[in-house]
């Protein structure tokens, strides 16, 4: 939260919250914390997805809510993202002040939605989904994945499961497509897995 105040009559009365958002955001940027991130041998990714604020424009902002996010398979790693995070508002806060010194107030909320998993190529759930594509002709291929899919929130319960293509390409940008031919493939794949067909091991 920033102060407001009559941008036009007394703007120095106040403290713009974005302002004090921008600081923290290009801080971020420049310090290798936003985006794609790599300390070492540790990777992950962070990402400022939606940004809400303002009434008017003769009016010194004085609430902008943010909602970010943070990835990384190493949870420790992840913390410390999220610490980086916290760690850059506050300096942008300590940062601005009005005319009688007075600062805004942060308010930081945090939340794991996805926790990361990793599932050996031998595990059951690897070893029938590679059957199951190799029973429709294609080869299966394993990788790791860096979005939040089911499978997340249903291996930290106890029930392994693997994520399986099925035709999508360029997902979240204004090129995002579907290969018909490939999503019905997964279809079969997925139709052969759910009624326990003959599969080529």
């Known amino acids: 939260e920033g102060i407001a105040s009559h941008a036009g009559a007394h703007p120095e009365d106040g403290v713009n919250a974005a302002v004090v958002s921008s600081l923290a955001i290009a801080n971020l940027q420049k310090s ?74 942060l308010t930081f909320t945090e939340e794991v939605r996805y926790e990361a998993f990793r599932m050996p190529p031998e595990s059951a759930c690897a070893v029938a989904a590679g059957a199951a594509v190799r029973s429709v002709g ?11 899919l089911d499978a997340n929130w249903m291996a930290v319960h106890g029930f392994p499961a693997v994520t399986l293509g099925c035709g999508q390409h360029d997902i979240h940008t204004v090129r995002e497509r579907l290969n018909v031919s490939e999503y019905l493939q997964g279809c079969r794949v997925a139709t052969l897995l759910a009624s326990a067909g003959e599969l080529q091991g």
Not at 70 to 97: C, G, L, P, T
Not at 138 to 148: N, T
Request: net charge positive.
């Open 138 to 148: 294609m080869k299966p291929v394993v990788q790791i994945c860096d979005g939040g």
């Open 32 to 105: 290798g914390w936003h985006g794609q991130i790599r300390r070492g041998k540790q990777r992950g990714t962070s990402n400022v997805g939606v940004i809400r604020g303002g009434d008017a424009t003769n009016v010194v902002m004085s609430r902008v809510q943010i909602e970010a996010e943070a990835r990384s398979h190493d949870a420790d790693f992840r913390e410390q993202i999220v610490a980086a995070w916290r760690a850059a508002f506050e300096s942008a806060v300590a940062a601005v002040s009005n005319s009688g010194g007075r600062q805004g107030i």
